[in-house]
C-alpha cells in the first residue's frame, strides 16, 4: 500500500554538493513526474517521464538531470547544488498524462 | 507557455458557508483542468477534475466550473468545515504533459 515514496524527507547540503532523490512507484505510472513547490509560486514542473527509459524536460529544468532506468523508479539528481534549489520537492505519477498521486514531498536546504 | 492565475490568495469563511476560489489560464488550447488539495506539511491530493467539453462537474459538497469563453474556471466548496481548510491549487494542462499550476488559495474554515 505505499503509493508514491520519496527519499528522503530532508537534507541539508552545501553549495556545490551533488545528490540524488529518488521516487518510487508501484501504481503502475507510466508517467511519473518531479516539481519544486516554492512559496507563492505554486508547483513548478522540473521534468518528466512518459515511460521507461523516457525522460523530458518540463517548466525549470536547469540545474537538475533525471533519469528512469525502471518503470517504477525516478531520478531527480543536483550536480552542483545552488541557494536557489532550497524549495520542497515533490514527486508524482499518474496514467493519463496527468499527475494523480503524489509523493509526501522531499524538504530540500543548500547552504 | 501557459499562465495560471489564482485569487483569492487566502481566504477564511464561517463554517457551514460556501467558499468559491476561481483561475484563469491564458492559453485557449489547455483542455484539463484538476484541482487539488494540499493540507498542511502534507501532500498534494487531487480531488476534482474537468475537460474542456464539460461545463460543470459535482462531487458531493466540491463542484468545478468551466467557462472555455473567459478562460475560467472555479472551485466551489459548499457546506465548509474545518477539515475543508487546506491550500487548493487549480491547473492547466496544456500538451497533456505539462500542468501550469495557479500559485495556491489557502482556505481556513472558522468553526
Known amino acids: 500500500n505505499a503509493g508514491v515514496t520519496q527519499t528522503p524527507k530532508f537534507r541539508v547540503l552545501k553549495t556545490g554538493q551533488s545528490m540524488t532523490l529518488l521516487c518510487a512507484q508501484d501504481?503502475?505510472?507510466?508517467?511519473m513526474y518531479w516539481y519544486r513547490q516554492d512559496p507563492g509560486m505554486g508547483l513548478r514542473l522540473i521534468h518528466y517521464?512518459?515511460?521507461?527509459?523516457?525522460?523530458a524536460k518540463g517548466e525549470v529544468p536547469d540545474g537538475y538531470n533525471v533519469s528512469r532506468l525502471k518503470k517504477q523508479n525516478f531520478l531527480l539528481g543536483l550536480e552542483s547544488a545552488a541557494p536557489s534549489q532550497t524549495s520542497v520537492y515533490f514527486c508524482?505519477?499518474?496514467?493519463?498524462?496527468?499527475?494523480?498521486?503524489f509523493g509526501d514531498g522531499t524538504r530540500l536546504s543548500i547552504l | 507557455g501557459e499562465n495560471v492565475e489564482q485569487h483569492p490568495s487566502t481566504l477564511s469563511v464561517q463554517e457551514g458557508d460556501s467558499a468559491v476560489i476561481k483561475c484563469t489560464y491564458s492559453?485557449?488550447?489547455?483542455?484539463?483542468f484538476p484541482w487539488y488539495k494540499q493540507e498542511l506539511g502534507k501532500r498534494p491530493q487531487l480531488i476534482i477534475d474537468?475537460?474542456?467539453?464539460?461545463g460543470e462537474k459535482k462531487d458531493q459538497r466540491i463542484a468545478v466550473t468551466l467557462n472555455k469563453t473567459a478562460k475560467h474556471f472555479s472551485l466551489h466548496i459548499t457546506e465548509t468545515q474545518p477539515e475543508d481548510s487546506a491550500v487548493y491549487f487549480c491547473?492547466?494542462?496544456?500538451?497533456?504533459?505539462?500542468?501550469?499550476f495557479g500559485t495556491g488559495t489557502s482556505l481556513t474554515v472558522i468553526p
Open positions: 491547473a492547466a494542462s496544456l500538451t497533456g504533459n505539462q500542468f501550469y
Open positions: 501504481m503502475n505510472h507510466e508517467y
Open positions: 492559453d485557449s488550447a489547455s483542455n484539463y
Open positions: 517521464s512518459v515511460g521507461e527509459g523516457t525522460t
Open positions: 474537468i475537460r474542456s467539453n464539460v
Open positions: 508524482a505519477g499518474g496514467t493519463g498524462n496527468q499527475p494523480q498521486h
